[in-house]
């Protein structure tokens, strides 16, 4: 049972100017009428990316790959990281779950960085 206090809660609350300007010229486009419509969508995604990474989990990782064990499908990607880009032979892809998490990794943007420096055609981090 949810008490008046959460309820109050979710009436509303304040967004910075710029991010309002922002939501504002998204009105009209892609189905959104609102900026409720897009505060709503944004936070459905923002979750549902939340819950997702939960269930990776690095495992280990060199200057050429990343193993990140995948919970959900009982598997472990093994992530390549080449001169010529990146790729998840799980869900033979170059941009995919498992590849957004282990960007998102300290210690991989560092590996990135280093091989971009050094020519390699592998995404910003």
């Given at each position: 049972m949810t008490n008046t206090k959460q309820r109050d809660d979710n009436k509303g609350f304040r967004l910075p100017e710029s991010i309002a300007q922002?939501?504002?010229k998204l009105i009209g486009t892609h189905g959104f009428t609102?900026?409720?419509?897009?505060?709503?969508?944004?936070?459905?995604?923002?979750?549902?990316?939340?819950?997702?990474?939960?269930n990776l989990h690095m495992?280990?990782?060199?200057?050429n790959g990343v193993k990140v064990r995948d919970t959900k499908l009982g598997r472990v990607a093994d992530i390549q990281i080449t001169p010529n880009g990146i790729y998840c032979p799980v869900c033979d892809a170059s941009n995919c779950e498992h590849i957004r998490f282990a960007l998102m990794q300290p210690d991989i943007q560092k590996i990135v960085t280093k091989k971009r420096k050094e020519g390699w055609k592998l995404p910003d981090v």
């Amino acid at each position: 049972m949810t008490n008046t206090k959460q309820r109050d809660d979710n009436k509303g609350f304040r967004l910075p100017e710029s991010i309002a300007q922002e939501m504002d010229k998204l009105i009209g486009t892609h189905g959104f009428t609102s900026r409720a419509e897009i505060a709503k969508q944004a936070i459905r995604e923002y979750l549902e990316k939340i819950r997702s990474e939960e269930n990776l989990h690095m495992v280990n990782h060199g200057d050429n790959g990343v193993k990140v064990r995948d919970t959900k499908l009982g598997r472990v990607a093994d992530i390549q990281i080449t001169p010529n880009g990146i790729y998840c032979p799980v869900c033979d892809a170059s941009n995919c779950e498992h590849i957004r998490f282990a960007l998102m990794q300290p210690d991989i943007q560092k590996i990135v960085t280093k091989k971009r420096k050094e020519g390699w055609k592998l995404p910003d981090v």
